[in-house]
Every structure is written in C-alpha cells, then in structure tokens.
Nanobody, 127 residues
Framework: QVQLVESGGGSVQAGGSLTLSCAAS????????YAWFRQGPGQEREGVAA????????KYADSVTGRFTISRDNAKSTLYLQMTTLKTEDTGTYYC?????WGSGNFWYRPASYNYWGQGTRVIVSS
C-alpha cells in the first residue's frame, strides 16, 4: 500500500527558506509523477511542482519557478521541495501526491490526476 508522509512545514518570515520532505513507502516508483500541491486558506488546491521519476524531468508553476526546487533521494525513498525567497502568498498546506493517472485529461498540475496523497504539512510565511 502506497503511503506518503510530509514533514518540514513551519513558520518563516518572507524572504526565508524551508525544505519540505515527503517519505514514500514502500518505495519511489521509477515510472511515475511525484508532485507537490498546496492549498491556501479559501483557495483550491494547486500544483506547485512535479518530478517524473523515469527521466528526472521537472515541472513548476509559474509562481514558484526560480524559487522552488523539487528533487528526490531514491535511497531514502523521499521527495523534497526546497523553497527559497518565500512570499506571504506561499502560505498554505503543502501536499505530496503520486500515482499519476496516465491518459487524456490528466495533467501534472491537476489534483484529480493523482491517486495517492499525504496528509499535508502547513507552511506559514509572515511579512
């Protein structure tokens, strides 16, 4: 059974950095998309970044390009999201997702395209 557990959230001032972790069990699938989503207060869940494990290709939302980096450590079965130059609008609960549903109508940034989710970790960026 696939399980994703996020950690690393917290409170930080604008301009600061945080690194989120997502421990994947039983292992990181080498033919899947792993993604980070976030959901701000009163907002819909949005795709932040994704990594295609087959070739290491990455995708980023325009709002985080140049500031966030998604990566993985297969030996630790862990996905990371390194966040720098944080802004107040980055505040939200961050979720790890996997189990991408291949087929038309599915996109890396679409929450419904993933089968597995973690419980989320909260990030608060204050001014």
């Amino acid at each position: 059974q696939v399980q994703l557990v996020e950690s690393g959230g917290g409170s930080v001032q604008a301009g600061g950095s945080l690194t989120l972790s997502c421990a994947a069990s039983p292992y990181i699938d080498n033919h899947d998309y792993y993604a980070w989503f976030r959901q701000g207060p009163g907002q819909e869940r949005e795709g932040v970044a994704a990594l295609y494990t087959n070739n290491g290709g990455t995708k980023y939302a325009d709002s985080v390009t140049g500031r966030f980096t998604i990566s993985r450590d297969n030996a630790k079965s862990t996905l990371y999201l390194q966040m720098t130059t944080l802004k107040t609008e980055d505040t939200g609960t961050y979720y790890c997702a996997s189990g991408f549903q291949w087929g038309s109508g599915n996109f890396w940034y679409r929450p419904a395209s993933y089968n597995y989710w973690g419980q989320g970790t909260r990030v608060i960026v204050s001014s």
